[in-house]
């Protein structure tokens, strides 16, 4: 196992870069401790798999450098990086039984027949292939390939690091949760540094201690999942984390206080930079209140999930989404509404002021 550091990280596909977009990764700088659980979270196209490949060797960045244990690795291949890797879709060998297949990467490191046949049927128990062990891969459906994907990847107890590339796209939705419960009890179990990538907030929250959120090839923001949710460094990690995601809208800064709805609201710091070209209010759904003063808003749609409300009200600046218990009363025309301070922030060209 390793730790693991990027430093400055960036890649192009084009071999000559005019503007960001340019860019399939910008000024990536990471610090993954030994045996940590982190996962990796953004939409498609924001960079995930480019980043995974630069770890892995299979592609060579075009700027920075990559350190296992604070060795440099950079000029390795993936074979001398000694790295599992799982990507979206089954890589295994149909004409093989899942005992050969998962028996395959310990075959080529030499261990003993006995070493094999006890890690390969440990994997097997634990992703429930015991049954389908001494069938041929070709008959399993696309579950029970991927399983065994998963299963290469788990078997060999020397590698570096465990990467997982959305494992879970080809999965059926009940075993999905299984399975992602699964890796979480095995992280916790052999205790190995495990990347998990995913444009599925739950997958990354529940797997992960540590969160990176990825937009258009930068880091937006690393943190536990609470932190995420509580204090989001970037307007993007609002929008992403949370459902309903963070409520940001248009406001103006005055004196360093935040006007927004011709209203100052309170807030935390004293904002002293100004020359943004854009300045926004954050709040959470979640955190705000119905009250008899603040700012005057008209309801438009409540929908109730059983658990909670979700109220879509407007004011002059555009749509704020509520969170409510399910038991709240909602006013059927107009209502004033507060914001928690604790929970407020101001965006200035997207970043959090602080
Ligand atoms: P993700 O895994 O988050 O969906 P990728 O790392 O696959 O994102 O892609 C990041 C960006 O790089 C995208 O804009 C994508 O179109 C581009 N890209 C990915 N692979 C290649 C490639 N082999 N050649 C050119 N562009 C690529
Ligand atoms: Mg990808």
């Known amino acids: 196992m390793a730790k693991i550091t990027l430093k400055d990280l960036s890649h192009s596909y084009l071999t000559k870069q005019s503007n960001d977009a340019d860019w399939a990764l910008r000024g990536v700088d990471i610090d993954w401790k030994d045996g940590g659980a982190y996962a990796l979270l953004g939409p498609s196209g924001c960079g995930k798999t480019t980043l995974l490949n630069i770890i892995s060797g299979l592609l060579k960045p075009t700027k920075g450098e990559i350190l296992f244990d604070d060795k440099d690795v950079t000029a390795l ?11 979206q879709f089954p890589v295994i060998y149909d004409t093989m039984t899942v005992y050969d297949n998962l028996a395959f990467p310990l075959k080529n490191r030499g261990l003993s027949k006995t070493e094999i046949d006890s890690k390969v049927k440990e994997i097997g ?7 389908t062990l001494n069938n041929k891969a070709a ?25 997982f590339d959305e494992p879970l796209t080809v999965i059926d939705p009940h075993l999905k949760w299984v399975l992602r419960s ?3 009890e095995l992280h916790q179990k052999i205790n190995r540094t495990m990347i998990y990538v995913t444009h599925d ?39 992403f984390i949370g459902s ?7 406001c103006e800064i005055e004196n360093g206080l935040i006007n927004f709805e011709g209203k100052i609201l309170p807030n935390n710091t004293i904002i ?12 959470r759904p979640e955190f705000i209140n119905f009250s008899n003063e603040g700012i005057e808003v008209k309801i438009k ?54």
Request: aromatic residues 6%; glycine residues 8%.
């Open 139 to 163: 008959g399993l459906t696309a579950d029970g390939k991927q399983k065994i994907s998963l299963g290469r990847g788990l078997v060999r107890s020397d590698v570096n690091v465990i990467m």
């Open 301 to 354: 749609r409540v929908s109730n999930t059983g658990r909670h409300k979700v109220i879509d009200t407007e004011c002059n600046s555009g749509i704020i989404k509520i969170l409510t218990n399910a038991s709240v009363e909602i006013p059927s025309d107009s209502v004033h509404i507060t914001f928690d301070q604790k929970y407020t922030y101001v965006y200035g060209d997207d970043w959090i002021i602080e």
């Open 244 to 250: 309903p995601g963070m409520n940001i809208l248009p």
């Open 201 to 239: 907030q739950i997958e990354a929250l529940t797997f992960a201690d540590q969160v990176v959120v990825m937009h258009e090839g930068q880091i937006v923001q690393t943190g536990t999942p609470v932190e995420l949710f509580e204090k989001p460094k970037h307007t993007f990690v609002g929008h």
């Open 125 to 131: 128990e634990m992703l429930e292939l015991t049954s």
């Open 182 to 184: 699964k890796l979480k």
């Open 77 to 87: 291949n993936p074979v001398e990086r000694d790295i599992a890797q799982i990507f």
């Open 272 to 283: 002293k930079k100004t020359n943004f070209s854009k300045t926004q209010v954050g709040i």
